[in-house]
């Protein structure tokens, strides 16, 4: 009895302490209920100007050669809303149906866009695009963790039409045997395959924008190139290229580099025990690593090729749900449509969505063909003999259109942001080798409308973008490996970019799909890049902020060995643009 009254009378006593010393997290919580509260208000208050819901009238692409691929939304599962005009199914990569290709293909929504299409590939080798679809930047969206699909207010087909496709033979839905030795074998066959799709849906001249993630830094540069190479508009008119945490050269570069001084710039994700922190500190210097331009890495032992999977073991066994995609996550395991990269699917969850017989028959897919996010099926059968897509294919797509866009989630540990600048640093593309300017100014994305809470995304400096002689690389804060999942804003404002809507990544322009044209701050109010990450330069110990590290890659001259002068010829061969974590230990 006397515990109850306790219990009873200690409540009341500290709400009414509360009232006069109320503990700061409790105060924060309040203003965070408040602004949430507000911005809910304001989104039931507020106007959406799309409806995404409304289809095209008499659609262009709705032929007798089309219409066996048009999709019956109201069959898919779980997707309660009309999702549009959409088309799918498989098409061959030449004139013989013994391999095939699967496509879904959106229309844009707007039907004032002008003869362009967008592709999308996901990466792997080997990943399904129907997971970017899905879960980044189609106009359903399923992502990882939530309650159903919904439509997604962020979906590239808003802007343009939009073809997510499944390559090369051996992904996801697409059938028969993989054959690829290396990706001018990946681009003669997709170029078979696009012209049937082009043929059939009619866009002969349709300027063609191509765009992927993560191992589609080699699938897009050489299909791309191979592209402008058969000097064909009719068919294959390419006009820009929009990559997301690619793979441009090897992997020492990419990867193992900056992984020691990818760990020291996120201290609170990585608190790795002082034995194992040395030895991986070492082992960077031993392997040249740390002090790359004058110990150019052209053998490498097998502790030194090891040094990321070693990390990733560490910090695993510290956070069994260590996500390598975006290293900010931790368990539990979220729930996965798709299945995710490790085909987890909890006890009592429905099959995989597109492994679901409804859907294959909605999607006119192979209903004999057992979908996988990324296959176990070798597409390369012999491995990808490819030269890096940095040595050539990117530069004949930056000559040819003087519209290429490399983007970096700053969180993501498969492929590492300081991978892409030294990647970029390491190029020769417009007569000279890498950037000549220390990358420093703004990624902006404009301030909109607040959007429901399974939608929403952010506005205002997201990282760091630079552009020089027809290439911008941007590197984005808060996103791992997907930046069109982790930051959908992010994404749709770069796309804006790539078709030419407004003119750069700094531009203060509202979103086109913004009727209400939401006020944006001004110019000299956004300062310099930001975001977590900062190349700590030859000793990775090095608390100096601006410090620089020359990089050079495998088999190539340094920098200051007949480089460009200024930034790119000096000590700042490589420098992971931002100043990043100065701004947070400042």
Not at 141 to 165: D, E, Y
Not at 399 to 413: I, P
Not at 572 to 582: E, G, N, R, S, Y
Request: include cysteine; hydrophobic fraction near 40%.
């Amino acid at each position: 009895m006397k515990l109850s009254l306790l219990t009873c009378v200690l409540p009341l006593a500290a709400a009414v302490g509360a009232s006069r010393h109320q503990p700061m997290h409790l105060t924060r919580q309040a203003e965070w209920k408040k602004r949430m509260n507000a911005h809910m208000q304001a989104m039931h208050t507020e106007s959406t100007p799309y409806d995404v819901t409304k289809r095209q009238l008499g659609s262009q692409f709705l032929n007798d050669n089309s219409t066996k691929f048009a999709v019956d939304g109201s069959k898919l599962p779980n997707i309660t809303f009309d999702i549009g005009e959409s088309y799918a199914g498989s098409l061959p990569i030449g004139s013989s149906n013994s391999s095939e290709l699967f496509f879904w293909f959106f229309p844009s929504a707007d039907a004032a866009v002008k003869k362009e299409i967008v592709i999308w590939f996901t990466g792997g080798p080997g990943c399904s695009s129907m997971n970017g679809l899905f879960a980044e930047n189609g106009p359903v969206t399923w992502m990882p963790g939530t309650f159903a699909p919904t439509l997604n207010p962020w979906s590239w087909h808003r802007l343009s039409n939009v073809v997510w496709i499944d390559q090369p033979v051996g992904t996801g839905f697409s059938t028969g045997t993989p054959t690829a030795n290396n990706e001018n074998d990946v681009a003669d066959q997709f170029r078979g395959f696009w012209k049937n799709f082009v043929d059939v849906f009619k866009m002969q001249g349709y300027a063609v924008y191509i765009t992927g993630e993560s191992y589609a830094g080699a699938y897009c540069p050489y299909i791309a190139s191979g592209m402008l190479d058969q000097n064909d508009k009719e068919y294959f008119n390419v006009s820009g290229m929009l990559i997301y945490d690619g793979v441009y050269t090897d992997d020492s570069v990419s990867e193992r580099v900056p992984a020691v001084p990818f760990i020291d710039s996120l201290p609170g994700m990585f608190p790795l025990n002082e034995t194992f922190n040395k030895e991986i500190h070492d082992r960077h210097k031993s392997c040249g690593y740390a002090d790359y331009l004058e110990n150019n890495v052209t053998a490498e032992t097998k502790a030194c090729a090891s040094i990321l999977f070693d990390i990733d073991d560490a910090i695993t066994a510290l956070n069994p749900c260590f996500n390598i995609y975006r290293v900010t996550d931790g368990c539990p395991f979220p729930y996965d449509p798709t299945g995710g990269v490790d085909n987890y699917v909890p006890q009592g969850a429905p099959a995989v969505y597109f492994n679901q017989t409804e859907v294959k028959k909605a999607l006119h897919a192979p209903l004999d063909k057992t979908w996988q996010l990324c296959s176990s099926t070798e597409v390369f059968p012999h491995g990808d003999d490819s030269l890096p897509s940095n040595q050539h294919a990117i530069p004949n797509v930056i000559e040819h259109t003087q519209n290429v866009m490399l983007v970096h989630g700053a969180l993501d540990m498969v492929l590492l942001a300081n991978g892409t600048m030294l990647a970029v640093q390491n190029m020769t593309w417009g007569g000279k080798r890498g950037f000549d300017s220390r990358p420093e100014l703004p990624l902006y994305v404009p301030y909109h409308s607040p959007g429901d809470r399974d939608t929403t995304a952010g506005a205002g400096v997201y990282g760091t973008a630079h552009t020089e002689r027809g290439l911008t690389v941007a590197l984005v804060a808060f996103s791992g490996h997907m930046v069109p999942a982790h930051q959908p804003s992010v994404a749709f404002r770069q796309v804006e970019v790539l078709l030419g809507r407004v003119p750069n990544l700094q531009s203060l322009d509202p979103f086109t799909t913004d009727a209400n044209a939401t006020q944006q701050p001004s110019a000299n109010s956004l300062g310099s890049g930001v975001g977590p990450q900062v190349w700590l330069g030859g000793n990775s110990n090095s608390s100096a902020c601006n410090g620089a590290s020359g990089v050079t890659g495998k088999g190539s001259t340094s920098a200051a060995e007949g480089g460009s002068a200024g930034w790119n010829r000096a000590t700042l061969a490589v420098t992971i643009v931002f100043l990043w974590v100065c701004a947070f230990l400042v």
